[in-house]
């Protein structure tokens, strides 16, 4: 396995784990709140394929910090319908971690690191840690509205050369919660990641709808785009920029 992973992982972990101080990590404030959802579709008959989607989400809040840390990931497969040969359509998972240190009511510092490796984007895999600030434009018991901005680091690896390379980036989110009635919830998460060898844009938009305190349904839209796609090395097919995802989920709380 690449030691890139690796190292984020542990990278990802410290954030979200170790970087408050030890004193406040007590056994009686060891609890996580979280979140999974899940998504499954099975195809059989003309077409035959698999399409797999999880993710889970954790949150710890201990004044004056809190953490994030989550994972997600797709696989998906189909079967030719002539050769019966099955094969691999889709393979993705990301891990992230964040920490902010809150310095007022609506402001706030933070640490994060993302890695993602995906088989069928341009890049292999692409790692990035980054410190930045924080505001709540909007914090009320309906409406929750986040953005935040700062510099960081990434590394990158192309998949048609195989070439490594690390820039500075700047990194910026924003983050939008809007309770439309007693069960329904609207969000929208925008990610961006920009730096001289490429720039990353993420949106997931979606609706999720309780049925009871801790399940709900969701179903989703999620863009991702890299400006920048290194020329495919023939007789490879050359690999698109932009990444779109319409998804169905079971979300359940814990």
């Known amino acids: 396995m690449n030691r890139h992973p690796l190292l984020l992982l542990v990278v990802a972990a410290g954030f979200s784990l170790g970087i408050c101080p030890r004193l406040a990590w007590s056994d009686a404030d060891s609890d996580w709140k979280g979140k999974g959802e899940l998504g499954l579709v099975l195809a059989r008959g003309n077409t035959t394929s698999d399409t797999l989607n999880a993710k889970v989400d954790l949150t710890k ?8 840390l989550g994972f997600s990931m797709l696989r998906s497969s189909a079967q030719d319908p002539v050769t019966g040969v099955d094969s691999t359509t889709g393979n993705r998972f990301e891990v992230h971690g964040q920490s902010d240190y809150k310095l007022s009511a609506r402001s706030y ?9 995906d088989h069928f984007t341009p890049y ?12 709540k434009l909007i914090d009320s018991e309906t409406s929750k509205l986040a953005a935040d901005l700062g510099a960081g680091y990434r590394q990158q690896k192309d998949r048609p050369t195989g070439e490594q390379v690390g820039n500075a980036v700047v990194r910026g989110s924003v983050g939008y919660d809007q309770k439309l009635n ?45 400006t920048v796609v290194p020329a495919a090395v023939p007789p490879a097919p050359q690999i698109k920029g932009t990444d779109q995802q319409t998804t169905v989920n079971l979300v359940f709380s814990f």
Do not use: C
């Open 109 to 117: 510092a933070f640490g994060s690191a993302r890695y993602e490796n």
């Open 124 to 135: 292999e895999y692409q790692a990035v840690l980054a410190a930045g600030y924080g505001y």
């Open 61 to 68: 809040t201990l004044d004056p910090w809190k953490h994030t």
């Open 182 to 226: 007693g069960s329904t919830k609207l969000y929208d998460k925008f990610l961006v990641e920009s730096g001289s060898s490429n720039t990353f844009l993420q949106d997931e938009i979606g609706v999720q709808v309780s049925m009871s305190n801790r399940l709900a349904l969701s179903v989703a839209y999620l863009v991702r785009h890299n």
